[in-house]
């Protein structure tokens, strides 16, 4: 999923209504392109494969971790589907990816009662010794409570019991702040001398189903187990201890990292008619966690990409510039996808007029967040954006936000290339994220459908309008 | 839990609002016990210790099934507890129950591709071999449809994908019909040839959280293994089949029943200061399945009925007669500990004055049901009722409904004891019904206060006015 770089974000522009028609120059935007939009939006509302071929990801693929033989089907599927669609120059761009494998794993809790705890291993962690690692947990919020136990630490396994917010519709979700410590928290723990860490897992919802994701040993004196708990779980052990009970537990975990695996991004175009070497991406990430089925995270963005620019294709919308659908490997734990087209695309990263990403889930269209480093140019893009806006408010997709993009578009800043991220209604995301519990049946069709169309118009206008988003006309 | 005798209840009197004050006789129950039944609420809303209790219960003690050694634990803390808390006649009173034990299990989808599924056994099935039984999966809806499949039915193991509707307010949660299959699909199933049960969670909240329960050998011609699924897992098959796939799994399952162990109900009292043979149990149950904490079904309900003879006791209220509060064992799986209630106590039942049940979770407190034979006597208590709601009106809790009472209280019926059963919101009670989620942090305190106050005006009122519940004063 993505990684917003704050958790809130400025609302610049909410409803179309708002805006006048021939707010800017005549013949604006909302003139030019309200029948294409329309026409998109009504095709794909009359019937797209987006859940059909979600259904055929997660039912037959399922989950898809990078450097695993699921991932390899998976991407072989898509490159069968997208050349069964009749898109153009469909192929596989070859990427290493780091391979690492959870084994088996467990957590016992054998003082003050033996009970057998909700746990995922994080991603990239390390193992245990097969006979695991049986030490005494001590509870802490965050690093500085962390730093105030001195050598207590020492020997102990550390939990974070770092409790995500409600969502907020505000506020957001609160994953942005919630994240740290399973992103640094074995790095903090052995910096104080404990032999493990132990997370919260990072939701504000939970049936007693742990979360994974990605950890870090950036900065890590030592490299020390990691894993999350059930909410649940962490909420225990905090209680027990509160109560001055002394928990003890034992991790045990197989992880292991098997160097790197062949993997590629899949892409797939519409070629333009005008110039065709400018390039509009639309994306999503192929590659889940090893749980549940990927089915927000990311299937949702990757059928999205997929089936609008199949909806444009037939509708015979040939844009002035090329779309090109690329759905990344290794989104989850390393980004090698993205590093690797940006390596191989170096060359033609100028001619990028944007890339977008879906990464938050098949759910209902609020909007896009845009990413321009250059202050002058998101000013323009905000202008441009706003009547695009208009074009998307039969979908309610109106909320025009300068924010974070996606992990993987977010490797083209460098280069200039303006970013795009596709904004929903994150409300239930958290509650399915990196868990067994993200599967086909948490996705709505109707807003996949709605979100589909959000996509195909976007990509759509920015393909075809007459100069790039972000120039001055 | 309870199991409701129909899933709608008629609504006999809702708001005390609209009942005015010296409705019916002078002194009017309204009259003579606000005071006190204020005195009650504001004493527990000031503190209690019933949510203290449950973690005692849930994180000291954890689940406890009936024949488990957690059980013992869990009696022994609730004498020990009782007598601390000053009542009388604190005892265990025995009773045998049946030993049910889960053993390992598994369910491995071989076809058409290899993936773990999301599982729980049913309490009382019987085990697989230990190679277990592999299969093709048939999925039905009901009875009906499975009959209509003749002798494909034969060998195969079965899922019956009956699908619980989300909570209606007017409707209830739909478990009462939702749970025929998990009580009965073995023997279904059985009878058509199958050699094996599945069925779809009894749930309409998931996050791959399987919910497990008592099902029954009743009128089976063989018994065949049952187990629930995730409700994303029996999705999942149904939408394979849909297209066309064939499903194979393999069903593994070390469940046995291992006769009869030794366990009790725990008593305690507050005798009366008048009538002391003259008893109002106020109950919850102590036993629980195997997965989670036990914490909404029915550590609440038992911790309510402590809390609320606490409270009495504490504010030196003796009431005319005595306020017995009965633990039951067993009430999942048997209901052995109420059977031998009604059998020791049999000279006595015609003292019962009432006996309360509070075994639909923890939640906030609408009101209570209740259950009469005598039609005569159920209008009276009607209109009895109607005026304690008025007392009840501070905590919300003045729904006076016609219907199921409880489990175990239901078996002083046939003895004519007028049965209650405590009412909450429960709309979310599902979700974590039976499965590992059904832990403590699902239990908001506030909820639990509020339901603690209501078990101890009506035990409280009932216990004292001058006439019983039912007869005319």
Redesign the interface.
């Known amino acids: 999923m993505k990684h917003p770089t704050h958790t809130t974000f400025a609302i610049i522009a909410i409803a179309s209504a708002a805006i006048p028609a021939h707010a800017n120059q005549a013949p604006g935007l909302v003139d030019q392109y309200r029948p294409a939009a329309n026409r998109i939006i009504n095709a794909v509302r009359a019937g797209n494969g987006a859940y059909d071929k979600l259904?055929q990801l997660c039912?037959?693929?399922?989950h898809r971790l990078s450097g695993s033989p699921q991932l390899d089907q998976a991407i072989d599927w898509a490159v069968q589907t997208m050349r069964a669609d009749g898109h153009e120059n469909v192929r596989k761009e070859h990427a290493m990816v780091p391979r690492w494998v959870r084994g088996r794993e467990s957590l016992l809790m054998t003082e003050?009662?033996a009970?057998d705890l909700?746990m995922l291993g994080l991603g990239g962690s390390v193992g245990t010794p097969p006979e695991g690692l049986t030490a005494e947990v001590i509870v802490v919020r965050d690093e500085k409570e962390l730093a105030s136990l001195g050598r207590r630490v020492s020997g102990k396994i550390v939990l974070f019991n770092n409790i995500m917010p409600a969502y907020d519709p505000r506020e957001g979700s609160g994953y942005g702040s919630a994240v740290k410590y399973r992103l640094a928290g074995a790095a903090f723990a052995a910096r104080h001398g404990a032999v493990a860490c132990l997370v919260r897992s990072v939701t504000a919802?939970?049936?007693?189903?742990p979360h994974t994701g990605a950890m870090s040993y950036e900065h890590a004196e030592r490299k020390v187990p990691a894993a999350a708990v059930a909410?649940?779980d962490a909420?225990?052990i905090a209680?027990?201890i509160a109560?001055g009970q002394r928990v003890v537990v034992t991790l045990k975990m197989e992880a292991r990292s098997e160097g790197e695996a062949s993997s590629a991004n899949v892409v797939a175009e519409l070629r333009g008619r005008e110039r065709s070497d400018e390039i509009v991406v639309i994306s999503g990430h192929l590659d889940s966690w090893d749980v549940?089925q990927g089915a927000h995270d990311d299937g949702s963005g990757c059928v999205m990409a997929m089936e609008a620019l199949t909806a444009i294709r037939r509708l015979g919308l040939t844009p002035r510039r090329t779309i090109r659908v690329v759905l990344w490997t290794n989104e989850e734990n390393g980004v090698a996808g993205a590093r690797q087209y940006v390596k191989d695309h170096a060359a033609e990263l100028p001619l990028h007029a944007a890339a977008i990403e879906a990464d938050s889930g098949g759910f209902r269209p609020t909007g896009f967040s845009f990413q321009f480093d250059d202050k002058r140019r998101e000013a323009i893009a905000q202008r441009q954006l706003e009547e695009i806006a208009s074009l998307l408010a039969p979908l309610g997709a109106t909320q025009m936000r300068a924010g974070g993009s996606g992990a993987d578009v977010g490797r083209m800043r460098p280069a200039g290339v303006p970013l795009l991220g596709l904004n929903v209604d994150g409300s239930r995301y958290f509650?399915?994220h990196h868990?067994?519990?993200d599967?086909?049946?948490k996705v709505n069709p109707t807003d996949l459908t709605e979100s589909t169309a959000a996509m195909a118009v976007m990509a759509y206008v920015l393909a075809d309008m007459p100069g790039r988003l972000g120039q001055p006309e």
Chains 1, 2 share one sequence.
């Open positions: 259904e039912d037959g693929v399922g003050p009662r009970m909700a919802t939970s049936l007693r189903s909410t649940e909420a225990m209680r027990m109560r549940g509650d399915y868990s067994q519990a599967t086909l049946d």
